[in-house]
């Protein structure tokens, strides 16, 4: 079995900066694509940012120039550093990770952290 565990959410004041980690733990062999996602209240979930096991990186509009996703391969980790922080950010945030393991492959959800940013 796999897990995601994110960990990292919290209240902010706006302007204000936060970090989010996802730790995958299990039996695979190898995770491709990691990222995350959020979803406001009332909203549907939406990306966030993503980042291959090279190392690219895709980013929403909405977060450009302000958050910044990386990744450790070796602890099979990614991050979320966000910075400048607004009350639109506000929504539980969610890992993904795109994970080969026998038989095939699968794509896992972490249960979510919320983040909560005041004005």
């Known amino acids: 079995q796999v897990q995601l565990v994110e960990s990292g959410g919290g209240l902010v004041q706006a302007g204000g900066s936060l970090r989010l980690s996802c730790a995958a733990s299990?039996?695979?062999?190898?995770?491709?694509?990691m990222g995350w996602y959020r979803q406001a209240p009332g909203n549907q979930r939406e990306l966030v940012a993503t980042i291959t096991s090279g190392g690219s990186t895709n980013y929403a509009d909405s977060v450009k120039g302000r958050f910044t996703i990386s990744r450790d391969n070796a602890k099979n980790t990614v991050y979320l550093q966000m910075n400048s922080l607004k009350p639109e950010d506000t929504a539980v945030y969610y890992c993904?990770?795109?994970?080969?393991?026998?038989?095939?492959?699968?794509?896992?959800w972490g249960k979510g952290t919320l983040v909560t940013v005041s004005s």
């Open positions: 993904n990770a795109d994970i080969i393991r026998f038989p095939g492959r699968t794509n896992y």
């Open positions: 299990g039996s695979f062999l190898r995770i491709n694509a």
